[in-house]
């Protein structure tokens, strides 16, 4: 199957500050991708929606200004957490896919604690 | 917008045995995807098994076969011979091309079925 990779694997910050975290296709043109929350034992929480070179669909409740997203390629998209609070310590997951694949395809995840 | 129910959150078979996973959807979309993915401890998504709503057919994976009920809007998800690998999450998974997108797409997830695997 196609190749997402998701760096960084794991992060800790501290309170204030910015993380950014990038998701990249690496043999294939995604023209879409899914950025996810899991929480422990929970399933996987849709934040937001990207098309390459428009604005992220985000998910109800998820906080815009705080969870930036950027989709400028067909294979990279990054999400930036902004001004970092413990609460928002969680494992995030990107997800690429495009539709001649008609799948989704994830990368490994990053574990962002923060202190 | 689209649901994605399992109903089981958590499931237990023994060794060698054969387990069901169920998942139902609604939706009004003719054409789209369905899909379980397997979440190991490392949290990493393996895709078990993918399905198109167009084909009749149900996919089938070496010891993964799928049940899909299109009129019914089930997707249960069969592993024979258990092994104590596939102790995992499974997700259900449905994804559909945005109708306001020449890309774009859809994917919701189901709350998952924690399978534990026995000796």
């Known amino acids: 199957g196609a190749v997402v990779s998701q760096h960084p694997s794991r992060v800790i910050c501290k309170s204030g500050t910015s993380v950014k975290i990038e998701c990249r296709s690496l043999?294939?043109?995604?023209?879409?991708m899914f950025w996810y929350r899991q929480f422990p034992k929970k399933s996987l929480m849709l934040m937001a929606t990207?098309?390459?070179?428009?604005?992220?669909?985000?998910e109800q409740g998820v906080e815009k200004d705080k969870f930036l997203i950027n989709h400028a390629s067909l294979t990279l998209s990054t999400l930036t957490v902004t001004s970092a609070h413990p609460e928002d310590s969680s494992f995030y997951i990107c997800s690429a896919s495009n539709r001649v694949i008609g799948e989704a395809f994830f990368g490994q995840g990053t574990r962002l604690t923060v202190v | 917008a689209q649901t994605v129910t399992q109903s089981q959150p958590e499931m237990s078979v023994q060794e060698a045995e054969t387990v069901t996973l169920s998942c139902t959807y609604d939706t009004s979309e003719n054409n789209y995807y369905l899909f379980w993915y397997k979440q190991p401890p490392s949290r990493q998504m393996i895709l078990v098994i993918r399905?198109?709503?167009?084909?009749?057919q149900n996919a089938t994976e070496n010891r993964f076969s799928v049940n899909f009920q299109k009129a019914a809007k089930s997707f249960s998800l069969k592993i024979s011979d258990s092994q104590l690998g596939d102790t995992a999450m499974y997700f259900c998974a449905f994804m559909k091309p945005l109708a306001n997108s020449n890309s774009g797409y859809a994917l919701n997830f189901g709350k998952g079925t924690s399978l534990l695997v026995t000796p």
């Open positions: 043999d294939f043109q995604a023209t879409t």
């Open positions: 990207s098309n390459e070179g428009s604005k992220a669909t985000y």
């Open positions: 399905q198109e709503a167009y084909k009749q």
